[in-house]
């Protein structure tokens, strides 16, 4: 009994502690690219896997591509994301420990749904850069790492202001599914 019950409580806890959430990157800036390395980690303690984009190692997500023009990036999770993305990623950094780090292809079997590395992981963050629309002229003074702050395993700011933009993470429930969003204005 004791068995059955530590089984359904760790299905229980890597269920609560999935990917889960969709993964939406609005850029509503018309001035400026959103160039970001995008992570996710282990939220529930000891702070590995960590998961980073790898190719490419930059997500791009142009000026005035967002919801509402559909042209918005979208992640519902490491595999279909492939498919189904206007930005896709063919590979992820997979980091096990702090020195065991290796590419994985994005339809490897732990980064399926359900897989080990998708059911441990969730979405915390962007390094980011903005670039001047369509160049590639960076903004010196509109970046950061945007996200949610996962001390001590990452710091991130959830809300970033510049004289030439602002950047927002937030993450909400609709229907029972969890949206993660990085929003830039």
Excluded at 36 to 46: E, R, T, Y
Excluded at 93 to 105: D, E, I, K, Y
Excluded at 171 to 181: A, K, L, P
Aim: proline share 5%; glycine share 8%; aromatic share 12%.
């Amino acid at each position: 009994m004791k068995k059955i019950i530590t089984s359904l409580s760790l299905f229980a806890a890597c269920l609560a502690y999935s990917q889960g959430s969709t993964l939406i990157i609005n850029n509503y800036s018309l001035a400026y690219d959103f160039h970001g390395n995008i992570q996710a980690l282990n939220v529930a303690g000891g702070c590995y896997p960590i998961i980073s984009s790898n190719n490419p190692d930059m997500v791009v997500v142009p000026a005035d591509s967002n919801e509402i023009n559909g042209l918005h990036l979208e992640y519902k999770n490491y595999r279909d994301q492939f498919g189904t993305s206007l930005y896709p990623m063919a590979a992820w950094n997979v980091s096990l420990s702090a020195t065991n780090q290796m590419p994985r292809a994005w339809n490897h079997p732990s980064l399926l749904p359900g897989g080990v590395i998708s059911n441990n992981t969730k979405w915390v963050g962007s390094k980011f850069q903005m670039y001047h629309k369509g160049t590639n002229n960076p903004e010196t003074f509109f970046n950061g790492n945007l996200g949610a702050d996962v001390a001590p395993c990452i710091t991130n700011e959830s809300y970033i202001t510049t004289p030439y933009g602002d950047a927002e993470w937030f993450t909400i429930t609709s229907g029972g599914n969890n949206y993660t969003y990085i929003q830039i204005f």
